[in-house]
């Protein structure tokens, strides 16, 4: 196969899951972000391929998951809760059962292996699941819309390839699952930017968790109040993440970009647009790494499918001023009607809340240069 610069992953297999309608995740969010992409003659072409994911067989999930919670997956598949499933963290309001729940978790879970392996073998630079970032689900339970941690056991298969990872979480909710798995381990360099734990589930990621044993120093959290904005967010970004690539030099980044930071999200309080991550991405680009890109949450749909496509479009390179260009509409009307482009219009924190805003996200900032950067020579 001849490398391409993206490869999007995704199948006609991995459409036909469902969470329950009640449920607001919503896995057609992969298909709608295709569509879009399709209409506007940016899905596939010479430097850019769809590949389909293979699932991920029962044994692979062992590499993170418990026997134990394997076979609750397993039993909950049939549509049917028992009461062991609760230990499990199985038939709550966030992790229901239904059916069809564990070959689900496999495809989506392999379909980020699939990305990974495209990135080892040089097939492509840069590898897109929009059915990923499965981030909340822990060894042996399950939380927030998770049952599978896919990011981990991509990261965990990068690290043979690559030695040292970069993941990078980009979502409303913190990313506690994977901060768990590797809370000790200095080959897998995990970086969380999300809401406050004090305002939003998990109710954790606070800047003073930064890892432990071999691993202190290479977990970091950047958590932020309600209402942050692009501006704020994007300047804590750019003070923290590029150093510690400087600082770390993965072989690989694997990045999780969850449209649940977007202003119109109903399950979140921060004020961002899609533009946050348009203007982040090449600065991540700019190091020349296999990237690894997954989807993570994101609860108004179309919302969350612009934002994917154009986060696919600048990987691509293929974002213009004419074609993407700002527009009136979408988040600016508080439709999901969008008739000029990609990007979102522009919302801005303001007055003494902004100034609050950014007082709260320097001191985070300044804890971790004082607290992390010196055990990374910054």
């Not at 490398?3 to 009640?22: G, L, Q, T």
């Not at 999780?256 to 946050?276: F, R």
């Amino acid at each position: 196969m001849q490398p391409v610069r993206a490869a999007f992953i995704h199948s006609e297999a991995i459409e036909r899951y469902r969470y329950p309608p009640d449920c607001p995740f919503k896995t057609e969010r992969a298909a709608m972000t295709k569509n879009v992409l399709s209409s506007m003659g940016c899905y596939i072409g010479d430097s850019m391929m769809e590949i389909p994911p293979v699932a991920l067989p029962e044994e692979a999930l062992l590499a993170y998951h418990t026997p134990d919670y394997i076979a609750a997956l397993k039993h909950a598949s049939s549509g049917e809760l028992s009461s062991q499933d609760l230990f499990f963290g199985l038939g709550t309001d966030d992790c229901p059962v239904f059916s069809d729940l564990f070959p689900y978790a496999c495809l989506a879970t392999g379909a980020s292996v699939t990305g990974a392996r495209l990135l080892m073998d040089a097939t492509a630079r840069y590898a897109f699941n929009p059915s990923g970032g499965y981030h909340h689900a822990k060894a042996g339970i399950a939380g927030g819309f998770c049952y599978v941690n896919d990011v981990v056991l991509a990261c965990k298969e990068l690290r043979g390839a690559f030695q040292k990872v970069f993941c990078l979480d980009l979502d409303v909710h913190h990313g506690n699952g994977t901060q768990e798995a590797f809370y000790d381990d200095p080959s897998v360099f995990t970086v969380s930017f999300h809401e406050s734990g004090k305002t939003l589930f998990p109710w954790g990621g606070f800047e003073n968790e930064i890892g432990r044993g071999a691993g202190k120093g290479y977990n970091v959290n950047v958590p932020l109040p309600p209402h942050t904005d692009d501006d704020t967010f994007c300047a804590a970004f750019r003070e923290i993440v590029p150093p510690l690539i400087r600082g770390y030099a993965p072989g690989v980044i694997v990045l999780e970009i969850g449209m649940d930071v977007l202003s119109v999200d109903p399950l979140a309080h921060l004020k961002m647009t899609n533009n946050a991550f348009a203007d982040l991405l090449p600065l991540l680009m700019q190091f020349e790494l296999p990237m690894l890109v997954l989807g993570g949450g994101g609860y108004n749909p179309e919302a969350t499918a612009r934002g994917w496509a154009l986060a696919w479009c600048v990987l691509c390179g293929l974002e213009t001023e004419s074609d993407m260009s700002i527009g009136m509409g979408g988040v600016f009307l508080g439709s999901s009607e969008w008739r000029s482009g990609l990007r979102d219009m522009h919302i801005y924190t303001q007055g003494d809340e902004k100034r609050r805003i950014n007082e709260q996200a320097e001191k985070v900032v300044e804890y971790l240069q004082k607290n992390v950067f010196p055990l990374h020579g910054i």
